[in-house]
């Protein structure tokens, strides 16, 4: 199932020193795999739940963590999880962080399903394949720079932690890892006064690279956005009317939803 299980002391604890938990904090773990990181989380937090799709390794879990009573297992598809109504039942009052190594094939999904659809999380630390790492800090105009790169700095603050060989893996994957902090923003980065129009915006800027966001605009499915209007609001914003999306900056993108 995509799983490369952490094995690396000294990474370990850096993903953990780089939550920010402490004895107070709730902790959500995705994907624990073999509990190594688990252990850490548990010994550091009030209270770690580990969700586990894989049912081959719950026996191992309840060997490596079963000891730990602030642990508990559950046996689920994170992405069929009700997040906020888990969180409320283990957790309470507590502060809550995400925090694992995800499986790499999934990992876009779960971070995405997370920032959208949960109140309740004050941050997201993971183990993420680098080249998603790279996209989500990235800067405005390089190549890196998309539609992730918005969202993820939309919700949240983004900071790398540190980054991760393969050898620190067992079986080692084919690429290179990093340790990513998401700080959860009490309010989004910048003003948009209709999220569901900001994004479909986005989506449809870097759908399409290649051709002008005037181009991309006006023949989006996700969009009813005449030429005249785009190139309007563009030149009203002193932008070039033949900028592509990836020039846009996310204070950009607000500014042209809010004004379309």
């Given at each position: 199932?995509?799983?490369?299980?952490?094995?690396?002391?000294?990474?370990?604890?850096?993903?953990?020193?780089?939550?920010?938990?402490?004895?107070?904090?709730?902790?959500l773990?995705?994907?624990?795999?073999?509990?190594?990181?688990?252990?850490?989380?548990?010994?550091?937090?009030?209270?770690?739940?580990?969700?586990?799709?894989?049912t081959?390794?719950?026996?191992?879990?309840?060997?490596?963590?079963?000891?730990?009573?602030?642990?508990?297992?559950?046996?689920?598809?994170?992405?069929?999880?009700?997040?906020?109504?888990?969180?409320?039942?283990?957790?309470?009052d507590?502060?809550?962080?995400?925090?694992?190594?995800?499986?790499?094939?999934?990992?876009?999904?779960?971070?995405?399903k997370?920032?959208?659809?949960?109140?309740?999380?004050?941050?997201?630390?993971?183990?993420?394949?680098?080249?998603?790492?790279?996209?989500?800090?990235?800067?405005p105009?390089?190549?890196?720079?998309?539609?992730?790169?918005?969202?993820?700095?939309?919700?949240?603050?983004?900071?790398?932690?540190?980054?991760?060989?393969?050898d620190?893996?067992?079986?080692?994957?084919?690429?290179?890892?990093?340790?990513?902090?998401?700080?959860?923003?009490?309010?989004?980065?910048?003003?948009?006064?209709?999220?569901?129009?900001?994004?479909?915006?986005?989506?449809?800027?870097?759908?399409?690279?290649?051709?002008?966001?005037?181009?991309?605009?006006?023949?989006?499915?996700?969009?009813?956005?005449e030429?005249?209007?785009?190139?309007?609001?563009?030149?009203?914003?002193?932008?070039?009317?033949?900028?592509?999306?990836e020039?846009?900056?996310?204070?950009?993108?607000?500014?042209?939803?809010?004004?379309?």
């Amino acid at each position: 199932m995509g799983q490369n299980f952490l094995i690396d002391k000294n990474v370990l604890n850096e993903i953990v020193e780089g939550s920010g938990i402490n004895e107070n904090y709730g902790v959500l773990e995705i994907g624990p795999g073999a509990g190594t990181l688990t252990r850490e989380l548990a010994q550091n937090s009030k209270k770690t739940v580990a969700v586990e799709i894989d049912t081959r390794l719950l026996p191992l879990l309840n060997y490596t963590v079963g000891e730990f009573k602030n642990f508990k297992l559950i046996n689920e598809d994170i992405m069929k999880v009700d997040l906020n109504k888990l969180i409320e039942e283990e957790f309470g009052d507590m502060p809550v962080a995400v925090v694992a190594n995800l499986p790499y094939y999934i990992t876009t999904p779960i971070i995405m399903k997370i920032l959208e659809t949960c109140n309740k999380v004050k941050s997201i630390t993971v183990m993420i394949q680098k080249e998603v790492a790279d996209r989500m800090i990235a800067e405005p105009g390089g190549k890196d720079y998309g539609a992730l790169t918005v969202a993820v700095q939309y919700y949240t603050k983004p900071e790398i932690i540190t980054r991760a060989t393969p050898d620190c893996f067992m079986p080692p994957p084919k690429v290179a890892s990093t340790v990513i902090h998401l700080a959860v923003l009490e309010e989004p980065s910048v003003k948009a006064d209709d999220t569901k129009k900001f994004f479909n915006i986005v989506k449809s800027a870097f759908g399409q690279r290649r051709k002008t966001l005037i181009n991309a605009l006006s023949k989006s499915p996700y969009l009813s956005a005449e030429k005249t209007d785009i190139e309007r609001v563009l030149t009203e914003m002193g932008l070039d009317i033949n900028i592509r999306g990836e020039k846009l900056s996310l204070s950009d993108f607000a500014e042209l939803s809010n004004k379309l």
